[in-house]
C-alpha cells in the first residue's frame, strides 16, 4: 500500500495546490495537516469537507483548531476524518487519533502537539504511550506538530520500532533528515507546507516584514502566486514499511 501524507495546508492556495496535486494520482490513503487552511490559522468545516472532497482521506491539525468557533460543534457531532491533538486535555470535542482501513489493515493515525516554545498542554510523550500500547493496529503514522527540532526528534526515537513513521508538522520548511532509525521507525522533523512560495512560510512578506521591523502585532494574510505542495510518499508491503520519498512539487 501506499500512503501519502501532505504538509501543512496554508490558505486557499494550499487548498487549490493540493487538488490539483490529487488530481490522477493514485494513493491508498492520504493524510494532511489542515491547520492553516482556512485563511492561514485553523480550519472551517467547509474548507474541511473541500479538502475531504479533494481526495484526503484524513486531516490532522495542531496549535490552531480552535481558531474558528464554528469547528467545535462539528467535532463535538462526532467527525472522525479531522484529528486535533490527542494531548490537548480531557473534555475538549473530538479526537486526536483515528483507525483507518487500508488495503486491508488498520491504520492508526496519530496527531500529538510539541509544548517547547508552544502553549503548554498535556505530555505527549505518555499521551503517545497510552494511545499506541492500547491499540492493535497494524501500522502507526504519528503527525508531531511541534516547534523545536529537538523535541521532533526525541519523539521520533521515544517511538521508534512502536510507530512505522513519525512526522513532524508546524514549521512549514520540509527538512532533509529523512531517515530510519535503529529500530526501524521512518522519521522526518518536518514535512514542508502546501501554499504559496512568493511569501514567508505561506505568508505575505509585507506583514511578515512589518512585524520584524516594529515589534508589533500585525494580522497576517495568506501569500497568492506560485504554489507548492510538499509532503512524503510511504510504501508499505502489508504491514511493513519499506521506503519513503519526499515530494516537493510546484503545481
Known amino acids: 500500500m501506499r500512503i501519502l501524507m501532505l504538509g501543512d495546508i496554508v490558505g486557499a492556495p494550499g487548498r487549490r495546490a493540493v487538488a490539483r496535486f ?42 490552531h483548531i480552535w481558531a474558528h468557533r464554528e469547528i467545535i460543534p462539528w467535532l463535538d457531532a462526532g467527525e472522525t476524518r479531522l484529528l486535533r491533538p490527542a494531548n490537548f486535555p480531557p473534555g475538549n470535542p473530538g479526537s486526536g487519533h483515528a483507525v483507518i482501513g487500508v488495503c486491508g ?94 511569501g514567508v512560510i505561506g505568508v505575505r512578506f509585507e506583514e511578515v516584514r512589518q512585524r520584524f521591523l516594529t515589534g508589533r502585532p500585525s494580522r497576517l494574510s495568506v501569500a497568492e502566486g506560485e504554489e507548492l505542495v510538499c509532503g512524503l510518499e510511504m510504501d ?11 515530494v516537493s512539487e510546484r503545481v
Open 22 to 63: 490529487l488530481q490522477g494520482r493514485s494513493y491508498d490513503a492520504v493524510i494532511a495537516n489542515g491547520e492553516n487552511a482556512s485563511g492561514g490559522v485553523g480550519i472551517t468545516p467547509a474548507d474541511a469537507r473541500q479538502l475531504l472532497d479533494s481526495g484526503i482521506t484524513l486531516l490532522t491539525s495542531g496549535n
Open 105 to 198: 489493515f488498520r491504520v492508526l493515525v496519530l496527531n500529538l502537539q510539541g509544548r517547547v516554545f508552544m502553549q503548554e498542554i498535556d505530555c505527549p510523550f505518555r499521551m503517545a504511550d497510552r494511545i499506541i500500547d492500547n491499540n492493535e493496529a497494524d501500522v502507526v503514522i504519528v503527525d508531531f506538530h511541534a516547534e523545536a527540532t529537538s523535541e521532533k526528534e526525541a519523539m521520533g526515537r521515544y517511538l521508534d520500532g512502536r510507530a512505522a513513521v513519525v512526522v513532524g508538522t508546524h514549521t512549514h520548511v520540509q527538512t532533509a533528515d529523512l531517515r530510519r532509525l535503529p529500530s526501524g521507525t521512518m522519521y522526518l522533523t518536518d514535512v514542508g507546507m502546501c501554499g504559496s512560495t512568493n
Open 236 to 246: 508499505f508491503d502489508g504491514k511493513s514499511l519499506v521506503g519513503g520519498k519526499l
